[in-house]
């Protein structure tokens, strides 16, 4: 069975800080990995993807994955953050038969 | 294009009442996916289709709940009858190529059942 953990829930950073947010996903072949993200009150944006190939993945939004199987892990960075990334990321595992599974989220704050 | 189209955005009934929600996809898109997202248990795949066709209603919670796509621009979810544990935000999302993984969302149905 094909799972994902967001260990944070919640994470502030300031404005012009750096964001990394944490996924790992447990998974019997190599996954497709998803970074998607959701606005209050909107439905999920894709932000990027990981089929194979380069471990090193750039999104939308200045935002970047680096996908390391040694480490079953697909952590998402962005170099600076502003203030409209404020925002609800969900990392997702799964395959071409679309059974998608999401992680339970982490909630971005950020602050002036 | 106009992106996922989901109605309404915003229900509020009682236990006992039937709800229906329905979706319209992008246009193009072949694949047709229901799914639920709660506080307690996240997001959670209900139901998907493709070519109007139902291919896994594994994750419908029960009897009470049923899908329908009877054409490629028009899908509805019904809950007959409603209880209040089914409160909760609906989404509905499409895509256009196998194996992508890009899901297109809807901004969902925040259903509230008292």
């Known amino acids: 069975a094909q799972s994902v953990t967001q260990p944070d829930i919640h994470i502030t950073v300031s404005e012009g800080a750096s964001l990394e947010l944490r996924c790992n996903y447990s998974?019997?072949?190599?996954?497709?990995l998803f970074w998607y993200v959701q606005s209050p009150g909107q439905g999920l944006q894709l932000l990027l993807k990981?089929?194979?190939?380069?471990?090193l993945v750039q999104g939308i939004k200045g935002f970047e994955a680096e996908f390391k199987r040694s480490q079953s892990s697909f952590n998402l960075r962005k170099p600076s953050v502003h203030w409209s990334d404020a925002a609800e990321y969900f990392c997702?595992?799964?395959?071409?038969?679309?059974?998608?599974?999401f992680g339970a989220g982490t909630t971005v704050t950020v602050r002036a | 294009d106009a992106g996922v189209i989901q109605s309404p955005r915003h229900e509020v009934t009682e236990m006992g009442q039937e709800v229906t929600l329905r979706c319209k996809p992008i246009?193009?898109?072949?694949?047709l996916f229901w799914y639920r997202q709660t506080m307690m248990r996240g997001l959670e795949l209900l139901i998907y289709?493709?070519?109007?066709?139902?291919?896994?209603d594994s994750g419908m919670p029960e009897d009470r709940f049923s899908a329908k796509m009877p054409n490629a621009s028009f899908s509805t979810l019904k809950i007959q009858p409603s209880e209040p544990r089914d409160s909760a935000v609906y989404f509905c999302?499409?895509?256009?190529?196998?194996?992508?993984?890009?899901?297109?969302f809807g901004e969902g149905s925040r259903l509230t059942v008292l």
């Open positions: 999302a499409s895509s256009y190529l196998q194996g992508s993984g890009e899901l297109f």
């Open positions: 990981y089929f194979s190939g380069d471990t």
């Open positions: 998974y019997g072949a190599t996954p497709y």
């Open positions: 997702a595992v799964g395959r071409n038969d679309y059974k998608l599974s």
């Open positions: 246009s193009g898109h072949d694949y």
């Open positions: 289709f493709n070519n109007n066709v139902p291919i896994d």
